[in-house]
């Protein structure tokens, strides 16, 4: 079992900045694979962005070159840096991990960016 917190969201204005953190109930060294999706209201859930055990990252492209997800294993903490928000990054921001053949996710914050 692992328990997911995130943190970090919040109101901003286009140009601006946030850095969202997960906090594991566990070492995060064994996770396969931890990540960053986002639903906005009446869209799809979309994958932001992951990082596996060997500290690949992947991203989507509409997040490219503007956000960094890293992960601390020594404080069991994956982070998302968020940089020039626009209003189209407005979303509910949901910390992901796969551990073996099982999928955690977080409650979810709000990063809201206003033009």
């Known amino acids: 079992q692992v328990q997911l917190v995130e943190s970090g969201g919040g109101l901003v204005q286009a140009g601006g900045s946030l850095r969202l953190s997960c906090a594991a109930s566990r070492s995060i060294f064994s996770i396969n694979i931890m990540g960053w999706y986002r639903q906005a209201p009446g869209k799809q859930r979309e994958l932001v962005a992951s990082i596996t055990s060997g500290d690949n990252t992947n991203y989507a492209d509409s997040v490219k070159g503007r956000f960094t997800i890293s992960r601390d294993n020594a404080k069991n903490t994956v982070y998302l840096q968020m940089n020039s928000l626009n209003p189209e990054d407005t979303a509910v921001y949901c910390c992901?991990?796969?551990?073996?053949?099982?999928?955690?996710w977080g409650q979810g914050t709000q990063v809201t960016v206003s033009s």
């Open positions: 992901h991990a796969l551990w073996s053949v099982a999928i955690y």
